[in-house]
């Protein structure tokens, strides 16, 4: 013989209509994995940023190195300065932001490139 239910184990019973469903862990969705900062180079050399447009991320590292024989800059308008880079130098950013960064050579005003970061 089955025992009649009583107040308590009702209340039990229903609880899922209380309060809600119950969810298990196995059910939350997991969240995305964090991609590790990347590095990407832009090689100047014959008065030309290469590749002249790149896509990035938020973290990861950028690094000009000047191949020709005459100096550069890599300037953003209050974005970033790489100020002289010298034959043979490098220089890095890491972007802290999204956007689009359009930046020149300001000795050489037709060396143009493009960083957009995500």
């Known amino acids: 013989m089955q025992r009649p239910h009583t107040g308590l184990t009702a209340l039990l019973l229903t609880s899922g209509q209380l309060f809600g469903p119950v969810y298990s862990a196995a059910a939350e969705p997991k ?15 014959g008065l ?7 896509q990035v991320h938020v973290g990861d590292a950028v690094i000009w ?9 890599i300037l953003a308008s209050k974005s970033f300065d790489s100020k002289n880079l010298g034959p043979g130098q490098s220089w890095q950013w890491v972007p802290r932001r999204t956007g689009r960064f359009n930046y020149a050579c300001a000795y050489h005003p037709t060396m143009l490139g493009t960083l957009s970061v995500q």
Do not use: C, R
């Open 65 to 73: 190195t000047n191949a020709d024989i005459v100096p550069h800059t």
């Open 48 to 54: 030309q940023f290469m590749p002249a447009e790149l």
């Open 31 to 45: 969240p995305a994995p964090i991609a590790a900062p990347q590095i990407h180079t832009i090689l100047i050399n």
